[in-house]
Structures are given as C-alpha cells and as structure tokens.
C-alpha cells in the first residue's frame, strides 16, 4: 500500500492524512469547490476535485472518488465517518475496482448496519439486549397478547412504532392499566405518520449510560476489545464528551462487557475496526443498543489511554497484517482521557450554527493536550457540513488530573470570528454532576432546559473593564472601523432576537 | 479626549493619555476608567494586544464588535459623541417606526419562502426557511403585519445581514 485516498473532509481528513505520513504512504484528498483551500487538501500529497458544495453533489459521490482513486494511482480508499463510511455500496465499489476499502467488508457493513439483524446477532452471540418483542405487533394482535408480552418485558415499557422515527407513535407505559389505551394512541399515531399502524414493544432503561467498547479485528480472526468509553453526555443523542475508562464500569464488569462485545464481532467474522454501544442501567446491567462499522469521532481518548494507533492499525489490518497488540494492554488504560467536541455553534443561542471565518484561533497545547482539528486562522467554516471543528483531546494520569488540564486547555482556546461551544464546555467542566460522574443520557437535555437559554458566556467584571480599556486604546490609534461600525452591533442583537423568537431551539 | 465605551452592555467613560514615545499601539498609556487612574502597558502582536495592568497580565484580540479577553468574548460598542459615526448601512434596527425588516442570521440557503407580498402575518408566523448546516431554521415575524416586500428569491444563497422579507 503506497498511496491511501481519503473519501472526508475535515479533521477526520487530517487524522488519517497524519496516520498515512506516519507509515510513509502518500495521501490523497478529495474535496468540493468551497473546501478548495481547505487544511486537508494543503496538507496532502495530491488533491482531486470532486463537485459541488452539496454532499450529494461531491463527498458522497461514489463514482467521483472511486475515479479520483484510479486517477491519482491510489491503492487503498479510507472513508473516515460519516459521509460514504457506512454505505456497503461504497465499500464493494472500491473492491470491484480493485482498491483496498480501509473499513469491514460490504457484507459486515450491510449486516451489522441494520438494526435488527446486528440486534439478532447479538441475541444469538448471547450478549443481553433491551428485552422487547422480537416480531411487529399488526392491528390484529389482540390487547391481551400485547399484556403478556408486556408483562414478559417487564413495566416500564416503551410501544415504538415499527416503521418509525421521530419519535411519533412513541409511548411510555408505566402500568398494565395503561396499556391498552396507549397501544391505540400509539398505533393510530404511528398509521397517521407512517401508513402503518404496526408497533412494537421494548423495556425502558431508566437512566441509562451510553457505554461503547472499541474493537479491531484482522483478516485472520482475531478480535481485540479495548477499554469502554463512556459517552453519556449527550445533547439530543449527539455525543458532546466523551471520557475513558468510565467512572462507573468496575473492572469486572470491563471483562464482561469487552468480552460480550468481540463475541458479537466474532460470531458476525468482523474486520477493522468497529464499536459496539451498550445502555448501561443504574443497577450495572448492560443491553447491547447497535453497532457502528467505522472509526468513531471519540477514537482518539482510546489511543491516548492504550498508546494505540487506531488508524494506523486500520490500515494494517487492511494490508493483511496480523493483530499483534497485546490483548491485556488494550484493556488495561493507562490514566483517564476526556475528549470535548467544539463546534461551530452558539451555545448561548440554543446551539445555533455559527459558520464563518475564523479571523483568529489561538489552540491549547502543553502536557496532555491533543486538538484533532480542520480549522485554522485564516480558514472558513462552511455552511454545507456537520459544524465540527476541533476535538480537544486531553490525558491525564487519573479522572481529576484529566479534568483540570480539559479546564486550562479551554482556558487557552480561543476563536475569534466565529462563535464555538468552548464557553458551553468551560461551564460543563466546572459543574459538580460532570465532576462526580453523575449522569445518563438525557442528563444534558433536562440541564439545559432547566437553564432556559441562560448565557454560558460569563465574563468577570474586571475583564469587561480591560475589554473596554484595549476597545478605547484599539480605537484611538487607528483601530479598524469594523470596531465603531454600528451597524455591527444589531447584528448580534438579530441573532439573539431571533433565538428569542424560536424559544432558543428547545 | 474622553472616549465612551459600551462593554456587554455597561458604559465606561474613559481618557487615554498617549506617551509621546508610543509607537502605533505600543507604550505605556494612562488611561482613566470612570475617574480611576492607572498604566496601561500595550505591546502589539499581529492582531493581538498584551496589556499589562500593573503586573497583571491581559490577552485581548479584537474582532468585529468582540474584544476576547483571555478567551471570553465581551461586545463592545464605542460611542462617539459625533452622531456621525453611528450611521452605517441600514439594518433591522434603524428601519423606519412600524416596519419589520427579517435578515438572515447566518450566511444559508433559501429553501423556501413562505409568504408573498400583501399577506397578512400573526406574530411567530413562519415567513422563509434559511437552511444552514444542513439545519433548517425557519425564520418567523415578530409582530403582526402585512408583507410588503419579498427579498429572498428561493434557492439562492445569502450572507448574514441580508434583507429577506420586509414586513409593515
């Protein structure tokens, strides 16, 4: 393998770019007509332009990459996440054509990627999942049936609807004598928006943490899980930290649930690398919840605690090599990791997008400290992809230490131009829930709707007043009008005016 | 020369006395905040200030209407006692008594416009959905009204600030 096409953008672009330098393989990127000077395409060797700003019109474009690969001589395609990295389509494309897709096969792909089947998968690996009925409930099920398999389940349970999504024909049950009424409400729901009044029925986990293991599996067998990560924090079920170990998996329960997970990736002949997310109850049970047939965004805080190039071993896996890390060493983390998603986004606008122009950034470096990132000073933000700009990666040599470099390295980020979440993060890392580890999934959703759209941004009066004295001396000495322009000002008013009248997006 | 400044909302009258040996932004200046005295020492690096305030040490990086200090964004707005620096392009704000002018608040896409010229309008009433990263956010009237022009042309592609709609 000599020369890798990147099929991504952005800084997962500029990860895999950095594993292939590494290794001594050339990369080639791929990009759209706004992300021209984009830092992945300045950083590697060759760059083919593959179409419009749209992703339908460019990174999702299977024939256009499949034929950059062919024209730049590139013997192995990497899809990141995201965009092509779960398309089994891409995946035999890139095999038809004869180049190595950097990724499991399109079958494993296809298999896992559904729902259900990596649900059966794992039901028949005997891993546990969120008990439900295995077969759709149609309208002549009768209620008593439905009862049964409810009271099988046991209460809380969840109706969801079989065609479902959005929550419509959704319904929570807390008692068998308000089953049958619900049941009605969901199904008729459920045929409203979907024309199909099948449902079915599924255990409520209270509280649940989300929990993940992280596997690498090669061509020859062998599955390697490595330590959990903990990603509970989440906003409207988007990872926003993510931290390993977890603060509450016990080392007994680590081999349980890292074991269960490669028995998973086993039984289905799983290459590269995958992860397998569970729900973790508030008594340590676990249900395995779906699996994702890529690298993940949170890989890094695993590499950081294991000293383990996941990337890299993507690519050798890919090349035919054989796994030969250590087995115990994947599993034993060294200190705690903690990783900050910073999007370009207003936190104190209900998380509004913020594209733009970065006219400044000033990056946190030091012990500890790693920032993935596609942004620099100078750079755009458009308008077309999913906001991420950076992720701020740090280690520590245990959860307190980690937790106290996250504070100084958001200390030390700063942005200029465009609004991010790093003041939503520097809040969120002062808090004693995020401190002492107590939280689930819906945890960030309930805080910020108790908060009611309260700013995050909080500056002390003393730096209002030097941001008052530079303004004066700024202006004085032939500052930029941009300072004085008036008209600057009604446009964060707009915004803010605007947040108000959406009811700040919740 | 006193110089009236608004930071996150608060006014500061302040005096800056510039040295003689200042070189563009760089020296110690005197500056007097609401008739406190102190030195000021400035020292210019690309598009950053290091001001020392006795021995306490301030980042500020000025962007636009934000001055960052170590980080945290504060909005500043100098005010002139000359009414003529207050007149920039129209915006929202300055529109005449009664009209409702909706801008973009994000450079996006129009995906669609809600309403035509001569309709009536309640308040919150969706008027055109700008999509930007990959988000659709559907911007709405603030009071009721009639619409009496539409801007926006379906999509096209707009820069924050842009006139979509004007409501009276």
């Known amino acids: 393998m000599k020369r890798i096409l990147i099929a991504n953008r952005g800084e997962i672009a500029v990860r895999v770019i950095r594993a292939c330098r590494d290794m001594g393989i050339e990369a080639v990127a791929v990009y759209s007509d706004c992300d021209r000077a984009a830092r992945h395409v300045r950083l590697a060797d060759e760059a083919v332009h593959i179409g419009g700003n749209a992703p339908s019109e460019s990174y999702l474009r299977i024939d256009r990459v499949v034929d950059a690969a062919k024209k730049t001589g590139a013997d192995a395609v990497h899809p990141g996440y995201g965009f092509l990295a779960e398309n089994e389509d891409f995946a035999a494309a890139c095999r038809d054509s004869g180049l190595t897709f950097i990724g499991p096969t399109p079958e494993a792909i296809a298999l896992m990627g559904s729902k259900t089947a990596a649900r059966q998968a794992a039901i028949q690996a005997g891993v546990p999942v969120v008990p439900g009925s295995e077969e759709a409930l149609g309208v002549d099920v009768p209620d008593a049936t439905i009862a049964g398999i409810a009271e099988r389940i046991g209460y809380p349970v969840m109706i969801k609807a079989v065609a479902g999504g959005g929550g419509k024909g959704m319904r929570i049950v807390s008692s068998a004598g308000d089953l049958s009424s619900s049941v009605r409400g969901a199904r008729s729901e459920a045929q409203t928006a979907f024309g199909d009044p099948a449902i079915y029925l599924e255990r409520r986990i209270l509280n649940p943490r989300h929990v993940e293991v992280q596997l690498l599996g090669d061509q020859h067998g062998t599955v390697i899980p490595f330590v959990e990560r903990e990603c509970s924090i989440q906003r409207r079920h988007q990872k926003v930290i993510e931290e390993t170990p977890s603060p509450v998996v016990s080392p007994e329960l680590r081999m349980r649930i890292t074991s269960d997970a490669a028995a998973i990736a086993r039984s289905v002949g799983y290459t590269n690398a995958g992860t397998m997310e569970f729900l973790l109850d508030e008594r340590g049970h676990f249900y395995f919840l779906e699996m994702n047939t890529r690298l993940q965004v949170e890989h890094p805080i695993t590499e950081m605690v294991t000293g383990i190039d996941l990337v890299q071993w993507q690519i050798r896996i890919a090349r035919g090599e054989k796994l030969t890390i250590d087995p115990a060493a994947a599993l034993m983390p060294r200190g705690h990791a903690i990783e900050c998603r910073i999007y370009a986004e207003d936190a104190d606008t209900g998380f509004m997008p913020s594209p733009g122009h970065i006219a400044g950034l000033r990056v946190p470096s030091g012990p500890g400290i790693r920032d993935d990132s596609g942004a620099e000073a100078g750079g755009e933000v458009p308008i077309y992809y999913d906001p991420l700009i950076s992720k701020l990666i740090v280690w520590g040599d245990d959860r307190s230490q980690a937790i106290a470099r996250m504070r100084r390295a958001l200390r030390e980020y700063d942005v200029i131009g465009i609004k991010t979440t790093v003041p939503f993060f520097r809040w969120m890392l002062e808090q004693p829930d995020f401190v002492d580890a107590r939280f689930h999934t819906a945890y960030l959703d309930e805080v910020l709707r108790l908060r009611a759209g309260q700013p995050f941004t909080s500056v002390d009066d003393e730096r209002i007043e030097v941001a008052a004295i530079a303004a004066a001396i700024w202006q004085m000495n032939g500052g930029s009008p941009v300072l004085l322009d008036a008209a600057d000002r009604p446009r964060s008013s707009a915004w803010k005016a605007q947040a108000r009248t959406e009811g700040l997006r919740d | ?168």
Do not use: C
Not at chain 2, 18 to 46: H, I, N, Y
Not at chain 2, 55 to 78: F, L, N, Q, R, W
Not at chain 2, 105 to 123: F, I, N, S, T
């Open chain 2, 1 to 168: 020369m006193t110089i009236n400044v608004d930071a996150n909302g608060r006014r500061y009258a302040l005096e800056v006395i510039r040295p003689p040996s200042a070189k563009g932004r760089d020296g110690s200046f005197l500056v007097s905040v609401d008739g406190r005295q102190r030195e000021v020492d400035v020292k210019e690096l690309g598009g950053v200030l290091s001001l020392l305030i006795g021995s306490k040490s301030y980042e500020v990086a000025v962007a636009g209407s934000t001055v960052h200090v170590d980080g945290m964004p504060v909005v500043i707005a100098v005010v002139a006692d000359r009414p003529s620096w207050s007149r920039g392009p129209a915006t929202a704000f300055d529109a005449p008594e009664g009209e409702q002018r909706i801008t973009a608040p994000m450079p996006g896409k129009v995906v669609k416009l809600l309403v035509k010229p001569g309709d009536r309008v309640e308040p919150r009433q969706g008027l055109v959905v700008v999509e930007a990263m990959k988000m659709e956010n559907e911007l709405r009237a603030r009071a009721a009204g009639a619409v009496k022009e539409v801007r926006a042309v379906e999509g096209t592609t707009v820069e924050a600030g842009a006139i979509l709609i004007v409501l009276e």
